[in-house]
């Protein structure tokens, strides 16, 4: 295919497609990134010229995909028409001699740099040639070498630092970036209108470029894929995605369409293709092939709703829904190739007028996680600026708990990353601390109970169940703690109970005159005396049979002396395997 078409091209742009007329043309508005040519070196004339050839080639000699035929238009952008790829097949392998010729141009453009570190477009191209070619270190060492303008040198460096996954440093160098351009630029580069849902945009749109940057820090916060981590990778990946669309805009591309508007929104919102091939619209379709621009698999919706930005800490675990449709944004993480809802628990123990949260997770076989090692980490958060609380464990198993003491309502974060397997998933919720004067506390489930006779929560949290979904037939444990005195003399009634919702009027009736225990399928009364040394906690192993599949109300209750304290919380149980 020639570089400039007669009839409607269609291209797919990341996850989507576009229809122009356009063709990249060779004389633009000036743009001071690109140099004029009497400043331009030798060798950074001819890596232009190469370069141009390059895309021609590589354009000319995509492979064909045979995916993505059916998909439909999900977000039209002007000549971009975007759907979202996440469950199509991969793109083709590249062809080899197309790897050649991005090397022969890499190694071009390390001459041209050296020759001159103050060419912007020499420096742009080198770094984004080796991120497309899967060189982070020679992308790092290109950033670092540039010597031109300030703000395009750090966001170069903020750019392949982000690619290698070096987010501190990535973070700093795009800071340093924006703080080097003009307001109007550093407005232009942190405006997340393309982000929020529309009905946000009008009030974002009436701040103040100072008032929206204030406000930024806190949607970003919010999407931030894992709190665990330092720094902030999606706050990075939005200048990367406005770093490289610049250096997009600087020459020719596999699309063969010139910059325009419409570009720039869908790698703002979807980020950049990082493979390319061309679909044939079939045997009667008059059109020449389709190019296809696949963005790094899977993405994910990491914005939250409105109610969660407006009131974080009336937020709930729904606010996030990663595989939402007709996203707003998507973005694919490099240190973990899927992301998926974290089985969880959150319980809650006074000391004090403080509360200690057990946030406990599990790994169900369905996250595909991987082998061990796992990083856990539970993080609690105002998202008010004040400093996140941050517990975190290496070499951590496929279930447990970690605990961290709170005195406010928080966010919590309940998070594991699995660096081998490249998968992660979390939870996200608000977590009250308890009354000041509760007399009881949250229970936790447990792989078996304690039998000592002092279990506490520090050891019982390490071998915690580390979710609300059990499977049936199986034993497991419960620790608790009580503010009650308790002896021989004045004990205290403990039942535990579990009751199945959502039965049916028959199986109701069935339970009602003795016909039927799987409406209540545990039921445990018993005298608690006291411990020998007054402490708080208890534990105690539960056969839970083997009952139905659905939810279950798991309560406990402590009386005495005319007053009954109550916990429960509502269970899943898994169907047998």
Known sequence: MTAVVSTPLLAQAGTGQATTTDSMSSASVRDPLRGSPSSVSS???????????????????LRFYNGGADATCEVPLGRICYWNNNGDVPPPAERTDAKIEREQLLELLG???????????VSGMRVRYAMEGGLPDTALVAARACGGTDWWCQALRGMALHNANQHVAGGQA?????ASMSESQRCAWSDLTMWLDPLMQPAYKALSCTERLARNERIFRLAQPLWMLPGNDIKNELFARRTMSRVHSLGRIPYDLQWGDDLLESQVRYGWPTAWSVQNGGVADPRPPQVIGHEPTPSYDFMPLIEAIDTPLDAKS?????????????????????????????ARFRRGDTTVVAGGYRLMRELEMGRAPYQAGLVLDRVDGAKPIVVTKDSAGANGALLAAIQAPMLASIEVLAPVGKRAARARTVVQPLPADARLSDYLLLQRGDPSPTPSLERNAAQAYGSLEIDGGTQIGIYWE????ASPGAPLQVSLRATRLGASFMQKLGSSIGLSKALTPVSIKYNDNGRPDGGAG????????????????????VSGAGVTDSTTQRIRVRPAK
């Not at 009580?482 to 005195?485: I, K, L, P, T, V």
């Open 43 to 61: 060798l950074g004339s001819s890596a232009r010229g190469q370069q141009d050839a390059f895309e021609r080639n590589h354009r000319l000699g």
């Open 482 to 485: 009580m503010y009650r005195q």
């Open 318 to 346: 729904t606010d996030w829904d990663m595989k939402r449709k007709k996203a707003r944004m998507r973005y694919s993480t490099r240190y973990a190739a899927g992301f998926g809802a974290l089985p969880h628990q959150i």
């Open 111 to 121: 001459r041209a740099q050296a020759a001159d570190p103050k060419d912007d477009w």
């Open 174 to 178: 795009f800071d340093r970036a924006l």
């Open 538 to 557: 208890r534990s105690l192993t539960l056969n839970f049979p083997s009952v139905p599949a659905g939810d279950y109300q798991l309560t406990l209750l």
